[in-house]
């Protein structure tokens, strides 16, 4: 009995029909386009939604939602083939022209105010302070000349009357007041974060969106029909004053605002003239 064999298959036939069929199938494969992906969750997105808007700063994070990203084979981009070369042409130099669309998930933080409001908001910071940081020219003799700086108790008025001018009530003994005494001019930063609203809002008190106001004038000392005024202004916001040693030789003085600079967001201030300041009415940011 003879057994009749079935002819042998050629060794590199299966590889070729695999690839035969892919060359020939339409591509719908996929490709990795990012090794790293940020995604913005939905807590992210609640946290950060009162303080989001189109206008405002280039987005800080973008979602992709995956590494992956379906590819197309080529033909399917080809829309313009139907085209004149010169109106194909046209239409490739219009579509380089267009902006890229913005990727999916962008977010950014709002520019708070604006011009209008700025004066405002320097009010508002200059009579809720309740201390301020005030800078000074030194006159201690380890550092003549330098910047010295020192916190210190202001009060613009009390609280049902806003001046916009900070009192303080000083000693001779406090070495900012010997520098005043050389040199009167000095600087007073009073910043947000010494409020409720950095706090309420989860920024961090030196975030810059936590505006910042720096008042520069001259320092002097309050005339004799202005103490009691001053008085009320003080002693009203920071009562424990009137129990201050009284050897310390306590007296007011008061800045002559010269200059009045407002920083509420990333880099830059704004420089905001004495009536714009003078006219406003407090309010917040």
Request: aromatic share 10%; charged share 20%; glycine share 6%.
């Amino acid at each position: 009995m003879s057994v009749r064999r079935r002819p042998a298959r050629p060794a590199g036939r299966l590889p070729w029909l695999l690839c035969c069929g892919a060359l020939l199938s339409p591509a719908a494969g996929y490709v990795i386009v990012s090794s790293v992906s940020w995604a913005v969750t939905n807590e992210v997105d609640e946290e950060l939604d009162s303080a989001s808007t189109e206008d405002a700063l280039p987005a800080l994070l973008e979602d992709s939602g995956s590494i992956w990203q379906r590819s197309f084979p080529a033909s399917a981009h080809k829309e313009d083939a139907h085209l004149p070369p010169a109106a194909a042409a046209a239409a490739a130099a219009a579509a380089r022209a267009r902006p890229p669309p913005a990727p999916p998930g962008m977010f950014s933080y709002r520019r708070q105010g604006g011009p209008r409001l700025r004066p405002g908001t320097a009010r508002f910071l200059a009579h809720a302070s309740a201390w301020g940081c005030l800078a000074t020219v030194s006159a201690h003799e380890k550092i003549p000349g330098l910047p010295f700086g020192n916190c210190l108790p202001i009060s613009d008025g009390p609280l049902d009357n806003s001046t916009g001018i900070p009192f303080f009530y000083v000693t001779p003994k406090d070495p900012a007041v010997a520098d005043l005494m050389k040199n009167p001019m000095a600087s007073l930063l009073l910043p947000e974060s010494e409020g409720e609203f950095c706090r309420k809002n989860i920024v961090d008190p030196e975030d810059p969106r936590c505006a910042r106001l720096t008042l520069t004038g001259q320092m002097i000392a309050v005339p004799p029909e202005e103490v009691e005024f001053a008085k009320q202004a003080m002693f009203s916001r920071h009562p424990v004053m009137r129990k201050w040693p009284r050897q310390y030789e306590w007296f007011f003085m008061k800045m002559r605002i010269e200059h009045i600079w407002l920083q509420k967001w990333y880099g830059g201030v704004s420089d905001i003239s004495r009536d714009e300041y003078f006219r406003a009415v407090p309010r917040k940011a």
